[in-house]
């Protein structure tokens, strides 16, 4: 009797871990999701000439500083699942086509392979040890954080080149 009880609380316990483990994954792809709905939103709200704009000369413009969150999109997320990049890194700020159109389209595809990346690991993957950029040790799940940290960071500066550009900032998506 007490081994099919341990044994019915272990897998009760088994199944907890799993669908917890899933419920994060699930939660990481909404996530991803969300900032890519926000960044869209302030593709969308620059004028195409705010696009080439630099607060000062030695700044990235705008389509820059959106491509370069675009090639580390790429480069994180290939670090941490090990699936090739179709993009190499540093290949979409490098890009001569810096229109609002091919920004968005280009900006969009990388959130589309990190959502996509997300989408197929396993929670066991995410909790392997990985050496990013073949200098940084942390677990798979970290470099996505250390991603979306990115991303998040580098939208935020936008904040300044849209206000230069006398345009409102799209409202704060929380939730």
């Known amino acids: ?12 316990l088994l199944t907890a871990t799993f669908v917890h483990a899933q419920q994060s994954i699930d939660d990481m ?8 709905a926000y960044t869209k939103e302030y593709l969308d709200v620059m004028p195409e000439s705010g696009y080439a704009l ?19 999109n790429y480069g994180f997320a290939a670090g941490a699942s090990g699936e090739k990049s179709p993009v190499a890194f540093g290949e979409s700020e490098k890009a001569t086509d810096k229109s ?3 920004v968005t389209k280009l900006v969009m595809a990388g959130y589309d392979f990190v959502i996509n990346t997300i989408k197929k690991m396993t929670p ?18 970290m470099v996505l954080t250390k991603l979306f940290e990115h991303q998040t960071h580098h939208r935020g500066q936008t904040t300044v080149y849209l206000r230069l ?10 939730f």
């Open 1 to 12: 009797m007490k081994l099919t009880n341990l044994l019915s609380a272990l897998l009760l």
């Open 29 to 36: 792809v909404k996530e991803w999701e969300r900032a890519k």
């Open 54 to 72: 630099k607060p000062t000369p030695e700044m990235r413009s705008f389509a820059d500083q959106m491509l370069h969150l675009t090639d580390a």
């Open 100 to 102: 609002k159109a091919n």
């Open 124 to 141: 066991q993957q995410l909790a392997e040890q990985t050496k990013l950029f073949n200098k940084f040790d942390m677990t798979k799940g």
């Open 165 to 174: 550009a006398k345009v409102v900032p799209p409202q704060e998506k929380l």
